[in-house]
């Protein structure tokens, strides 16, 4: 194999993109490169151990006789002619594995991309099912230093969550009086709207001035 059909085989490997049987055909030939060096270098160590770089003539200047001078030249030129070969094909080898590598990195890129976006979307999509949260009651009135007060309630704010109900499971202002009866003295997470903005309050339902645990009026709303 030439320096030149090298140079094509690669030209086509990559012209076409190349593929993992492109890899193996060329380890194959770096294979059969391999063999054939050790076979001529097996040729030169048949004739007396000679190497590569072994004078051919002898002390006189007279060519060698216990040699064969044709097999240790051939040879000779034959392992110069393939190690180039060997060298091109490795370099092909490298080439190939590079843009293999390449190729399944900008493959897992695109894999992750494609994860991360339909990801988003499946949130965004069910972001935009579920709405924004919805309001169940809303404060009509407070009481002055009652604990409605103390815990930054205002009126008309709107109700999302207080403690355990929510949207989902209110039903009546009973489902509000039950938590706060069953949380005297302990603090309650409130989430509120008010003025369009979502509000994070902690309320901690006690008895003052014998008006009851909280101190406001809330009345529910139309859904």
Not at 24 to 37: G, S, Y
Not at 145 to 165: H, M, T
Request: hydrophobic fraction near 35%.
């Amino acid at each position: 194999m030439s320096d030149e059909e090298a140079r094509q085989s690669g030209g086509s490997s990559q012209a076409g993109g190349v593929t993992v049987s492109d890899v193996q055909e060329l380890m194959r030939r770096k294979e059969e490169i391999e063999a054939q060096i050790k076979a001529n270098y097996d040729v030169l160590e048949s004739q007396k151990g000679i190497g590569m770089n072994e004078p051919l003539v002898d002390c006189e200047g007279y060519p060698r006789s216990d040699v064969d001078l044709y097999q240790v030249r051939t040879a000779r030129h034959n392992i110069i002619c393939l190690q180039n070969d060997h060298k091109a094909v490795m370099k092909q080898v490298e080439e190939a594995l590079h843009q293999l590598h390449a190729r399944d990195k900008e493959k897992q890129a695109r894999d992750m991309a494609e994860a991360h976006k339909e990801a988003m979307n499946r949130k965004l999509g069910q972001s935009e099912s579920q709405g924004p949260p919805q309001a169940f009651a809303k404060v009509n009135s407070i009481s002055p230093g009652s604990p409605a007060s103390i815990a930054g309630l205002q009126v008309d704010d709107e109700i999302v969550e207080f403690g355990s109900v929510n949207t989902q499971n209110f039903q009546s202002l009973h489902n509000i009086g039950s938590v706060v009866q069953h949380s005297e003295g302990k603090p309650l997470n409130v989430t509120v709207i008010r003025s369009g903005e979502k509000q994070q309050l902690r309320l901690v339902p006690t008895r003052w001035a014998g008006k009851g645990l909280l101190g406001c009026n809330i009345i529910p709303l139309q859904r």
